[in-house]
Each structure stands twice: as structure tokens, then as C-alpha cells.
T-cell receptor
């Protein structure tokens, strides 16, 4: 079955710098890759997603890139702000079975 | 407001005392799911339901039961809780065929 690995487990960056979180997946049939943000005391919330027919997607300061050949995808956050501090989860699924397989999460800390 | 609600938000109980965590969504979603979140392990799926009266095991179903008698509700039942079920639990829902999931606020369960 599908396995999703996420790195790093903790990432600390200076406010204003960029942050990159990487995930690799094992099932080449996976074609949907969402990123969720979990703020303290809340449930995860979808922030951006990408499908396998697209290599990159941007939404203001966040972007996701996908390398199907290498089977990895990354979340990029530019000009980080204190409100970006949270736990970020990547996931993967296929259209035939839209069960999400989750990475272990990355705790992002933005230092003032 | 579209939302997923869970009750209770916090629960401390003793080993063996049956409990139910309720989950309700007001978005007419067919798909509902329960996850547990433990440090370093990310989100692990317990059970899911594709529609009313249809439920399936996730990755970690042992010690849990669910039911889906109505579209909006998906309660999680622990018949005989044990300390290893101490965790943070999330309910999520989505339209069938869509991978974007909406999460509840979480229920923190402690079993002593």
C-alpha cells in the first residue's frame, strides 16, 4: 500500500525567511496531494493541493511542487510570518480510492 | 456555518468504562472518517463511512466501533477503553469523490 514520508519533523525559520517541507510517496498511482495546516487546538485545514497533471501550484505565499518521476512533492512558504507557525501534514490519494494516506507532520516554528 | 462538530472536546475516563464521542456535520457529506493523532505518528485512520449504513475499517480499528445510521452523524464508540487509547481524536467529512476533508476541532481523550 501507499506510504508517505515527511521531512523534517520540526523546522525552525526566521520570520521573513522561506520554509520548505518535503514528502515522498511510494504508490505511483497516487494522483492527488494535499497539504493541511493544523493550528494549536484545532483540526487540520486544507491550505493547498495539487493533482498529478500539474507540476506546480501557487496561492499567494504558499506553493506546492510535484516531481512524479522522483515521487516527491514539497510545500514552500515564502516570507514567513508568525501566523504560519503550526503543524503541517502532507497526504496522498488516488481517484480510485480517495482515502488519504498521511505524512507524520512537520512542526513549523517561526522565530521573531 | 458549514462545520464538523465533535463532543465532548475533552474527556478523562477510567479503563473499561464505555464511552461515545459524537461527530456531526451539516454539509450533507456522504463520506465521514475518524482519525487518531499521536505524537510522531501523524493521523491514523480508525474507521470510515462512504454513506449511511456503510462503514469500513481504517488502519487502526482495534478497540473501536462506529455506526452510521444518519448521514450527518458518525459516532465513535469505545466499548472498553484502555490507556493505549489515550489520544487526540478527529472526525472528518467530505463529499464522496472529493479528497478535500473538513475536520472537526478534536476530542482529547485520556484513559487512566
Amino acid at each position: 500500500g501507499e506510504n508517505v514520508e515527511q521531512h523534517p519533523s520540526t523546522l525552525s525559520v526566521q520570520e521573513g525567511d522561506s520554509a520548505v517541507i518535503k514528502c515522498t510517496y511510494s504508490d505511483s498511482a497516487s494522483n492527488y496531494f494535499p497539504w493541511y495546516k493544523q493550528e494549536l487546538g484545532k483540526g487540520p485545514q486544507l491550505i493547498i493541493d495539487i493533482r498529478s497533471n500539474v507540476g506546480e501550484k501557487k496561492d499567494q505565499r504558499i506553493a506546492v511542487t510535484l516531481n512524479k518521476t522522483a515521487k516527491h512533492f514539497s510545500l514552500h512558504i515564502t516570507e514567513t510570518q508568525p501566523e504560519d507557525s503550526a503543524v503541517y501534514f502532507c497526504a496522498a490519494s488516488t481517484d480510485s480510492n480517495y482515502q488519504l494516506i498521511w505524512g507524520a507532520g512537520t512542526k513549523l516554528i517561526i522565530k521573531p | 456555518e458549514a462545520q464538523v462538530t465533535q463532543n465532548p472536546r475533552y474527556l478523562i475516563t477510567v479503563t473499561g468504562k464505555k464511552l461515545t464521542v459524537t461527530c456531526s456535520q451539516n454539509m450533507n457529506h456522504e463520506y465521514m472518517s475518524w482519525y487518531r493523532q499521536d505524537p510522531g505518528l501523524g493521523l491514523r485512520q480508525i474507521y470510515y463511512s462512504m454513506n449511511v449504513e456503510v462503514t469500513d475499517k481504517g488502519d487502526v480499528p482495534e478497540g473501536y466501533k462506529v455506526s452510521r445510521k444518519e448521514k450527518r452523524n458518525f459516532p465513535l464508540i469505545l466499548e472498553s477503553p484502555s490507556p493505549n487509547q489515550t489520544s487526540l481524536y478527529f472526525c472528518a467529512s467530505s463529499f464522496r469523490g472529493e479528497s478535500k476533508q473538513y475536520f472537526g476541532p478534536g476530542t482529547r481523550l485520556t484513559v487512566t
